[in-house]
């Protein structure tokens, strides 16, 4: 991982996931960590999955019925202990191999998918769980580091065009039912941090009863030919 200092007042670290799920977000801590370092062999299982689409969902029972090595096993156990806990949490964990995701350019000042820094929004109260196994991790960036894009005077001029509404109330409702208000833009001086490989963490959402700030974070650019496989809920 990169130098801790970046975001040490953001990120609060913890060395089992009953601390991870149950230690509430507080102050500026809105990600928790529960740093680890994995054994096996997690490309494999990329490997002896068809990819027809860019992105798909590994189901238990799918990977259950890998034929595996050992390293491939020991990699497996993981993942299906992982599905295990976050379910008996209450979670709806989904595994994903991600070729790349859909990108959103329709326009061109503006994009909503999940390479641009945002939040998550959730309307009861909730975190987002993930974890990273094999390919390019996702990243982070604290608070102070980013600004909403719909505060960016250019940007917002540019949102107001399309919205022919009229009133400003209205034009705010417009902003959220699109999603644009999630979406953030870097400062010049920001610092992303990755989540690196093999760690569950957990990122503080935007809902009602939230008592800190949401997460800002992205989905990294993929390298050509390197797929991802991330646990996410």
């Known amino acids: 991982m990169k130098d801790l200092s970046i975001v ?13 799920v149950s230690i509430p977000f507080h102050g500026e801590i809105n990600a928790m960590c529960w740093n680890r370092k994995l054994i096996g062999d997690f490309s ?8 027809n689409e860019n992105i798909i969902e590994l189901d238990e029972e799918e990977l259950r019925e890998l034929q595996l090595t050992e390293q491939g096993q020991l990699a497996r156990e993981i993942l299906l202990n992982d599905l295990k806990i ?3 949490n209450g979670a709806s964990p989904l595994l994903n191999i991600i070729k790349c995701y859909d990108r959103d350019d329709v326009l061109p000042f503006f994009t909503t998918d999940v ?22 991790s996702s990243e982070i960036i604290p608070n102070s580091q980013a600004i909403q894009k719909v505060l960016v005077s250019e940007i917002r001029e540019e949102l107001k065009k399309i919205y022919s509404a009229g009133s400003k109330e209205g034009f705010e409702a417009f902003l959220s ?10 400062k010049s001086d920001a610092r992303p941090f990755s989540l690196g490989l093999g760690h569950l ?9 939230s008592k800190v700030l949401p997460c800002v974070h992205r989905a990294p650019i993929e390298k050509n030919g390197v797929h991802r496989l991330m646990l996410i809920c």
Not at 117 to 131: A, M, N
Request: a negative charge.
């Open 8 to 20: 040490s007042n953001q990120i609060q670290y913890v060395t089992n996931f009953q601390d991870l």
């Open 115 to 136: 390479y641009s820094f945002h939040v998550d929004r959730s309307p009861i109260p909730t975190s987002t769980y993930l974890c990273t196994y094999h390919g390019d």
């Open 44 to 51: 494999e299982i990329i490997s002896k999955v068809e990819l």
């Open 86 to 88: 976050l379910k008996e």
């Open 201 to 209: 963490w957990k990122l503080a959402v935007d809902h009602p009863e």
């Open 177 to 186: 039912e699109h999603f644009f208000d999630l979406h953030y833009q870097a």
